[in-house]
Nanobody, 132 residues
Framework: HVQLVESGGGSVQVGGSLRLSCEVS????????LGWFRQAAGKEREAVAG???????KYIDAAKDRFTISKTYANHTMSLQMNNLKPEDTAIYYC???????????????????????????WGDGTQVTVS
Protein backbone atom coordinates (compact mmCIF):
# COMPACT_ATOMS: atom_id res chain seq x y z
CA HIS A 1 0.00 0.00 0.00
CA VAL A 2 1.61 3.24 -1.19
CA GLN A 3 1.33 6.29 1.02
CA LEU A 4 2.66 9.80 0.69
CA VAL A 5 2.09 12.05 3.69
CA GLU A 6 2.96 15.74 3.62
CA SER A 7 3.72 17.89 6.64
CA GLY A 8 5.22 21.26 7.43
CA GLY A 9 2.69 23.62 5.91
CA GLY A 10 1.39 26.67 7.71
CA SER A 11 1.09 30.43 7.66
CA VAL A 12 4.13 32.63 7.27
CA GLN A 13 4.90 36.26 6.58
CA VAL A 14 6.27 37.50 3.29
CA GLY A 15 9.97 36.76 3.16
CA GLY A 16 9.70 33.90 5.61
CA SER A 17 10.59 30.24 5.21
CA LEU A 18 8.91 26.88 5.49
CA ARG A 19 10.15 23.35 5.09
CA LEU A 20 7.71 20.80 3.72
CA SER A 21 8.28 17.09 4.19
CA CYS A 22 6.80 14.09 2.46
CA GLU A 23 7.07 10.67 4.03
CA VAL A 24 6.92 7.95 1.38
CA SER A 25 6.06 4.33 2.06
CA UNK A 26 5.11 1.31 0.03
CA UNK A 27 7.23 1.93 -3.06
CA UNK A 28 10.82 1.56 -4.12
CA UNK A 29 12.40 4.87 -3.24
CA UNK A 30 15.28 4.16 -5.61
CA UNK A 31 13.00 3.56 -8.61
CA UNK A 32 10.56 6.46 -8.66
CA UNK A 33 10.97 10.12 -9.41
CA LEU A 34 9.31 12.40 -6.89
CA GLY A 35 7.82 15.82 -7.21
CA TRP A 36 6.12 18.72 -5.48
CA PHE A 37 3.07 20.33 -7.01
CA ARG A 38 0.88 23.14 -5.80
CA GLN A 39 -2.61 24.37 -6.46
CA ALA A 40 -3.78 27.84 -5.61
CA ALA A 41 -7.46 28.65 -5.22
CA GLY A 42 -9.11 28.91 -8.61
CA LYS A 43 -6.01 27.80 -10.49
CA GLU A 44 -4.76 24.59 -12.03
CA ARG A 45 -2.28 22.38 -10.27
CA GLU A 46 1.29 23.18 -11.29
CA ALA A 47 4.62 21.50 -10.85
CA VAL A 48 7.04 23.17 -8.47
CA ALA A 49 10.06 20.87 -8.27
CA GLY A 50 11.11 17.32 -9.05
CA UNK A 51 13.93 14.98 -8.13
CA UNK A 52 14.93 11.78 -9.87
CA UNK A 53 16.59 8.62 -8.58
CA UNK A 54 20.04 9.97 -9.36
CA UNK A 55 19.44 13.21 -7.50
CA UNK A 56 18.90 15.42 -10.53
CA UNK A 57 16.48 18.22 -9.75
CA LYS A 58 14.10 20.40 -11.70
CA TYR A 59 12.35 23.62 -10.71
CA ILE A 60 9.87 25.97 -12.22
CA ASP A 61 11.30 29.43 -12.80
CA ALA A 62 9.31 30.87 -9.89
CA ALA A 63 10.99 28.44 -7.50
CA LYS A 64 14.59 28.69 -8.68
CA ASP A 65 16.96 30.31 -6.17
CA ARG A 66 14.27 30.19 -3.46
CA PHE A 67 13.22 26.54 -3.15
CA THR A 68 15.35 23.44 -2.67
CA ILE A 69 14.09 19.90 -3.17
CA SER A 70 15.91 17.01 -1.53
CA LYS A 71 15.34 13.46 -0.39
CA THR A 72 16.72 11.19 2.29
CA TYR A 73 16.93 7.46 1.59
CA ALA A 74 17.41 6.58 5.25
CA ASN A 75 13.88 7.57 6.23
CA HIS A 76 12.23 7.68 2.78
CA THR A 77 11.48 11.37 3.06
CA MET A 78 11.42 14.08 0.47
CA SER A 79 11.62 17.73 1.47
CA LEU A 80 11.03 21.15 -0.03
CA GLN A 81 12.84 24.02 1.65
CA MET A 82 11.10 27.25 0.71
CA ASN A 83 12.78 30.57 1.43
CA ASN A 84 11.84 34.17 0.71
CA LEU A 85 8.20 33.21 0.39
CA LYS A 86 5.84 35.45 -1.53
CA PRO A 87 2.05 35.81 -1.47
CA GLU A 88 1.88 34.07 -4.85
CA ASP A 89 3.34 30.95 -3.22
CA THR A 90 0.09 30.53 -1.30
CA ALA A 91 -1.40 27.18 -2.30
CA ILE A 92 -1.99 23.62 -1.26
CA TYR A 93 1.25 21.73 -1.80
CA TYR A 94 1.22 18.09 -2.83
CA CYS A 95 3.97 15.53 -3.05
CA UNK A 96 3.73 12.87 -5.70
CA UNK A 97 5.55 9.83 -7.07
CA UNK A 98 6.03 9.49 -10.81
CA UNK A 99 5.53 6.15 -12.49
CA UNK A 100 8.15 6.28 -15.25
CA UNK A 101 8.16 4.39 -18.57
CA UNK A 102 11.32 2.65 -17.37
CA UNK A 103 13.03 2.24 -14.04
CA UNK A 104 14.99 3.63 -12.41
CA UNK A 105 13.41 6.97 -13.15
CA UNK A 106 15.83 9.52 -14.60
CA UNK A 107 14.91 12.93 -15.96
CA UNK A 108 17.64 12.65 -18.59
CA UNK A 109 15.54 9.99 -20.34
CA UNK A 110 12.58 12.35 -20.59
CA UNK A 111 13.42 15.90 -19.47
CA UNK A 112 9.84 17.21 -19.51
CA UNK A 113 8.10 14.39 -17.73
CA UNK A 114 8.70 15.77 -14.25
CA UNK A 115 6.24 18.64 -14.73
CA UNK A 116 3.36 16.58 -16.13
CA UNK A 117 0.91 15.82 -13.34
CA UNK A 118 -0.77 12.98 -15.24
CA UNK A 119 2.54 11.07 -15.18
CA UNK A 120 2.39 10.87 -11.39
CA UNK A 121 0.64 7.80 -10.10
CA UNK A 122 0.68 8.39 -6.35
CA TRP A 123 -0.28 11.55 -4.49
CA GLY A 124 -0.42 12.84 -0.96
CA ASP A 125 -3.42 14.71 0.42
CA GLY A 126 -1.66 18.06 0.44
CA THR A 127 -0.60 20.64 2.99
CA GLN A 128 -1.68 24.29 3.01
CA VAL A 129 0.89 27.05 2.70
CA THR A 130 -0.30 30.61 3.27
CA VAL A 131 1.96 33.63 2.80
CA SER A 132 0.73 37.07 3.79
Amino acid sequence: HVQLVESGGGSVQVGGSLRLSCEVSGLRFDMFCLGWFRQAAGKEREAVAGIDTGGSVKYIDAAKDRFTISKTYANHTMSLQMNNLKPEDTAIYYCAALSPPSVPCRFAKNPRIWAVSTEYKYWGDGTQVTVS
